[in-house]
């Protein structure tokens, strides 16, 4: 007797705490021929594996619309974004080769240097305007974004670039 006036349990070595309380408690799981909470041997393990082959294939093979999805869009927009880039430096371009150049070439020179800044594949969907007045030079550039492949079919979204310079004067 403990000096609270209880008798001290003992649990036998195995056992392990509330044995024999309930079905399969202490006893061999089913079929797998181990005790439950006992660590799976390597031969189990490796069975267990062998189940599971070809899972993250299939799996894997699952996402793969997803991420090529994904991919296509990320590309896509990368594009909308490069020729952002591209119709923003064509427009500057224009211009500075507009204020440059001679007051009767300028229309010229302007429209010139907008569409040679274009790599080949943005310059056949490509506009640029020129127009003076006030003192200013500016340039406008449309440029058509193309889908996935530069060159190829284009996206019905046009981007503008726009661009203006103070006039030099002649001396």
Request: net charge neutral; proline share 4%; charged share 20%.
């Amino acid at each position: 007797m403990s000096a609270w006036g209880t008798s001290a349990l003992r649990v036998s070595a195995g056992a392990g705490a509330g044995a024999g309380a309930g079905a399969g408690a202490g006893t061999r799981a089913r079929g797998r021929g181990r005790v439950r909470g006992q660590v799976p041997s390597r031969r189990e393990a490796l069975r267990r594996d062998r189940r599971d082959d070809g899972q993250v294939t299939v799996e894997f093979l699952g996402m793969l619309p997803t991420i090529i999805v994904t991919l296509v869009v990320l590309w896509q927009l990368v594009l909308v974004g490069y020729t952002y880039t591209l119709a923003g430096n064509a427009a500057d371009e224009a211009v500075r080769a507009a204020t440059a150049a001679d007051r009767g070439a300028r229309q010229g020179a302007c429209q010139e240097a907008g569409r040679d800044k274009l790599p080949g594949a943005w310059e056949g969907g490509a506009g640029v305007d020129c127009g003076t007045g006030g003192g200013y030079v500016t340039a406008d550039v449309r440029i058509e974004v193309p889908i996935l492949f530069p060159g190829t079919v284009s996206f019905p979204y046009t981007v503008h670039g726009h661009a203006g310079a103070v006039e030099e004067e002649d001396d």
